[in-house]
């Protein structure tokens, strides 16, 4: 059975950082694309990014870029989002899913909160 | 760039069939037969409904069916249940790598 575990989200002030976790099992980890998709309350899913099964390509929704870096860890079966310099507008419910065209397997999400 | 536009409500008796357009560019929705579509309750996370426009992943029904015409995609749903109220979101390939999510809209099961 496919498994996608988040961790990692909380509260943190604006132009802080946060690091999000996606434990993967059920799978062959390093064969898939992997990507993160959010959604802020109340509102719709807004994909993040994206990154190749050995971590050589991603790619980024322009709002992120030069703030979040997404990576993975073969060898744990896990995926990673770096979130720096938060801003209110990230608060949100952030997806990790297996894929990168469509996204047939979700975790159950992990909330980040940027609020002072 | 800008959300997919997608009705914000519609709504259907049981029985009956509805569909949710889901409108985009050429860049996106026009320019690619990548369009999946995702069903969600309050508080859970999205469930992938069609994927490649009108396939259908295993243990979804055969009610659920998608479609494209240009620039705009469809999602139908026939014979309508109660079960089926939720939010449904489009997606589509938006070249070089991304992806665009439409806005969301509200099916009511009256």
């Known amino acids: 059975e496919v498994q996608l575990v988040e961790s990692g989200g909380g509260l943190v002030q604006p132009g802080g950082s946060l690091r999000l976790s996606c434990a993967a099992s059920?799978?062959?980890?390093?064969?898939?694309?992997m990507s993160w998709v959010r959604q802020a309350p109340g509102k719709g899913l807004e994909w993040v990014a994206n990154?190749?099964?050995?971590?050589?390509?991603?790619y980024y929704v322009d709002s992120v870029k030069g703030r979040f870096t997404i990576s993975r860890d073969n060898a744990k079966n896990s995926l990673y989002l770096q979130m720096n310099s938060l801003r209110a507008e990230d608060t949100a419910v952030y997806y990790c899913?297996?894929?990168?065209?469509?996204?047939?397997?979700w975790g159950q999400g992990t909330l980040v909160t940027v609020s002072s | 760039q800008s959300a997919l536009t997608q009705p914000r409500s519609v709504s259907g008796s049981p029985g009956q069939s509805v569909a949710i357009s889901c409108t985009g560019t050429?860049?996106?929705?026009?320019?690619?037969?990548?369009v999946s579509w995702y069903q969600q309750y309050p508080g859970k996370a999205p469930k992938l409904m069609i994927y490649?426009?009108?396939k259908r992943p295993s243990g979804v029904p055969d009610r659920f069916s998608g479609s494209k015409s240009g620039n705009t995609a469809s999602l139908t749903i026939s014979g309508l249940q109660a079960e089926d109220e939720a939010d449904y979101y489009c997606c589509s390939y938006a070249g070089s790598y991304t992806l665009i999510f439409g806005a969301g809209t509200k099916l009511t099961v009256l």
């Open positions: 899913a297996r894929d990168s065209r469509y996204f047939q397997y």
């Open positions: 990154i190749k099964q050995d971590g050589s390509d991603k």
């Open positions: 059920g799978f062959t980890f390093s064969t898939y694309w």
């Open positions: 490649d426009v009108s």
């Open positions: 050429s860049s996106d929705v026009g320019g690619y037969n990548y």
